[in-house]
């Protein structure tokens, strides 16, 4: 089955610096990759989510790239604020309009420091 | 209140009791999902219901989970015999089907598990 890998597993950076956390999958059939954020005691929340169609999305200050070939892709934040501060997941899954189950990685928390 | 609902947020039982967890989906929302995190883990897949059938059940780790959906509404996870290392959050999640499906997975806050 699909496996997701995560690094870094924590990342601490400046206000205003960026972050970058990269994932890797073993399904190369997957081909729906969200990332979620989990604030410390609430369920993970949707962020933004690439297609295997697609290189790059960006949503204001954050962005995704996707490298198929690689089975690879990052999460970029730039100007990174205190309230970016949470634990950071990506995901895989075979399927957007159909079914299939999403396979989280292990998880990265971010720390912006003031 | 439209977001998915959990309950209880915490429970704590002894090794060996019987436990229920029950999640209320968004309405609307015919599928729902069930995972387990581990403290500094990420979500674990355990049980898809698409509706009131389990779609996908290749998650749940041996027979002393069980998940329902009677009405294709409110689930109830259910865990006999319970064991330490059931301790954890169990989460649940509904998304939109078909073609209004954009992939979103909408979590509740979890039923903390607490096993002594």
């Known amino acids: 089955g699909e496996n997701v890998e995560q690094h870094p597993s924590t990342l601490s950076v400046q206000e205003g610096d960026s972050a970058v956390i990269k994932c890797t999958y073993s399904?190369?059939?997957?081909?729906?990759f969200p990332w979620y954020k989990q604030e410390l005691g609430k369920g993970p929340q949707l962020i933004i989510d690439?297609?295997?169609?697609?290189g790059e999305k960006k949503d204001q200050r954050i962005a995704v790239t996707l490298n198929k070939t690689a089975k690879h892709f990052s999460l970029h934040i730039t100007e990174t604020q205190p309230e970016d501060s949470a634990v950071y997941f990506c995901?895989?899954?075979?399927?957007?309009?159909?079914?299939?189950?999403?396979?989280f990685g292990p998880g990265t928390s971010l720390s912006v420091i003031p | 209140g439209a977001g998915v609902s959990q309950t209880p947020s915490n429970k704590v039982t002894e090794k060996g009791k019987y436990v229920e967890l029950r999640c209320d989906p968004i309405?609307?929302?015919?599928?729902l999902y069930w995972y387990r995190q581990s403290l500094g883990q990420g979500p674990e897949f355990l049980i898809y219901?698409?509706?009131?059938?389990?779609?996908?059940d290749s998650g749940l780790p041996n027979d002393r989970f069980f998940a329902v959906r009677p009405e294709g509404s409110v689930s109830t996870l259910k865990i006999q015999r319970t064991e330490r290392g059931d301790s954890a959050v169990y989460l649940c999640?509904?998304?939109?089907?078909?073609?209004?499906?954009?992939?979103?997975?909408?979590f509740g806050e979890g039923s903390r598990l607490t096993v002594l």
């Open positions: 999640a509904s998304s939109r089907s078909g073609a209004s499906n954009t992939g979103e997975l909408f």
């Open positions: 309405s609307g929302h015919t599928a």
């Open positions: 399904d190369s059939a997957s081909n729906y």
């Open positions: 219901f698409q509706g009131t059938g389990a779609a996908d």
């Open positions: 995901a895989a899954s075979k399927g957007r309009t159909s079914y299939d189950k999403v396979i």
């Open positions: 690439i297609r295997s169609n697609v």
